[in-house]
């Protein structure tokens, strides 16, 4: 199983980027995948996260600007990031739950990619 994310790249302030990511391999099924970034200096921290189902969590700093959504057949997830801001520099990582075999699930992470917000 592999995830690849891409998307990133560098944008003025208040400027926009839509991050892509995409579980290959062979599996069962992805469960939640989700968005979780590493600004210099940080630990890493969630973004935002999205079931099989629909259901959706954002951190709070990006709520109202970042949008995730799914596509369940490509087993693929977008970051919509609008009104993008300095301290939303980081490394984005992709992570997905995925279900190998029946009794086998395993995390997954992508290998990041570079957002850099300038002011």
């Known amino acids: 199983v592999q995830l690849q994310a891409s998307g990133g790249g560098l944008v003025q302030a208040g400027g926009s980027l839509r991050l892509s990511c995409a579980a290959t391999?062979?599996?069962?099924?992805?469960?939640?995948m989700g968005w979780y970034r590493r600004a210099p200096g940080k630990e890493r921290e969630l973004v935002a996260t999205i079931t099989s189902g629909g259901n959706l969590d954002y951190a709070d700093s990006v709520n109202g600007r970042f949008t995730i959504s799914r596509d369940n057949a490509k087993n693929e997830i977008y970051l919509q990031m609008n009104s993008l801001q300095p301290e939303d520099t980081a490394v984005y990582y992709c992570?997905?739950?995925?279900?190998?075999?029946?009794?086998?699930?395993?995390?997954?992470w992508g290998q990041g990619t570079q957002v850099t917000v300038s002011s």
């Open positions: 992570n997905a739950g995925v279900r190998e075999g029946p009794t086998v699930w395993r995390p997954y």
């Open positions: 391999g062979t599996f069962l099924r992805v469960d939640a």
